[in-house]
């Protein structure tokens, strides 16, 4: 049987970059220069280019979604960025996304994500700790690694993933855990989820959570999120925040607390009081890790929730989601207890 070479060439999977900016995009005067720079200066293209080897791994194709730090991030951007994604997967032919970003908030985004793209295809969160500048810039070898890992079927059905330094982490559980290092991804007790050998992707573990396409959340409506405000917890607290959030119109709040959730007295009058007028109090650690469950006797009479293993700042994620559909504290407790 004569069998043509075309037919057994094994094709090259369909790639999509959106980029965000981020030290991956960054530049600076000298290339000794690790920390001073500007984020999200260099183009899609021109970081592609200074990679031409994803060629041989990928067809790939980009789009600048933005060219920004990632603390300027905002919650508009995040829907623009996901209604790209779900648009993608439903309209063209493409096995799996990459979004380059900004590390600071990549965690952020890369939940939100997690949490509203209808699609088991991979998509991956790429960033870099050096500017692409810099001698030794990690970007390019993070960018091909992620090219080849959102072409990989073994990506798929994961929920959105963060790949960096040769760590597959999920992005329910990951967070940067160093200001400069590059290895700054990791989910300290969870665990990474996989690791990239030589460019090859090995999986080990996946969070259990509902995400993507097991998730009852969707965005293609949504203008904008309910405001969820994050008050951080310390010795000396007082309601002067929670005040001010309620002031502000919060919807939410997410009280970062001391170890397991619990809440400074003066702070929890404010908490209760913002609660009378409708808000939602859902109390999280400023732990790291760990779940908050329970509590002393009086958090669960006053029907404070509970944010489980969740950071605030993806707590904050969540119970935005949550307000998009119901203020029943129950319900929403179950999302807490289910995402
Ligand atoms: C940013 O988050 O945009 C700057 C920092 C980084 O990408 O590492």
């Known amino acids: 049987m004569n069998v043509k070479l075309e037919n057994i060439v094994t094709r090259l999977p369909k790639v999509k970059i959106l980029a965000t900016g981020g030290t ?15 984020a999200g200066a260099i183009g899609i293209q021109t970081l592609l280019e200074a990679v031409p080897q994803v060629k041989d791994y990928a067809n790939i194709t980009g789009e600048q979604i933005c060219q920004i730090s990632s603390n300027n991030i905002t919650d508009c951007i995040w829907l623009q960025i996901a209604k790209r994604v779900n648009a993608i997967f439903k309209d063209e032919d493409t096995d799996g996304i990459v979004i380059t970003h900004g590390t600071d908030t990549l965690e952020e985004t890369a939940y939100f994500l997690n949490l509203v793209v209808k699609s088991s295809k991979p998509v991956v969160f790429v960033g870099a ?17 992620a090219i080849r890992l959102a072409g990989n079927p073994l990506a798929k059905n994961k929920g959105v993933l963060i790949a960096m330094n040769d760590e597959i982490n999920g992005a329910r559980d990951a967070t940067k855990a160093n200001t400069s290092h590059v290895n700054t ?7 990474y989820i996989g690791y990239i050998n030589n460019g090859e992707a ?20 949504l203008g904008e999120l309910p405001y969820v405000e994050i008050i951080y917890g310390h010795a000396n607290d007082s309601r002067i925040l929670v005040d001010a959030a309620v002031e ?3 919807k939410g709040i997410i009280y970062a607390g001391m170890g397991n959730g619990s809440i400074n007295e003066k702070a929890e009058e404010g908490l209760i009081a913002a609660q009378k007028k409708g808000v939602i109090i859902v109390r999280s650690s400023r732990c790291g ?19 489980d293993s ?14 998009t559909k119901t203020n029943k504290l129950a319900e929403i407790q179950r999302m807490f207890n289910e995402y």
């Open 202 to 221: 090995f999986f080990y573990s996946a969070s259990l959570r509902k995400h993507t396409f097991s998730s009852e959340f969707t965005i293609d409506d």
């Open 248 to 250: 502000a119109g919060a």
């Open 185 to 191: 991804f990791r989910a300290p007790e969870l665990g």
């Open 310 to 323: 969740l950071s605030p700042q993806k707590a904050r994620i969540l119970l935005a989601l949550a307000l």
């Open 289 to 307: 890790n760990g779940t908050v469950k329970g509590g002393p006797i009086q958090y669960s009479e006053e029907n404070f929730l509970t944010g």
């Open 129 to 145: 700790m050096r500017p692409a500048t810099a001698i030794s810039a990690d970007g390019p070898v993070n960018l091909l690694n």
């Open 24 to 38: 991956i995009a960054g530049s600076a005067l000298l290339n000794t220069q690790m920390s001073e720079y500007k």
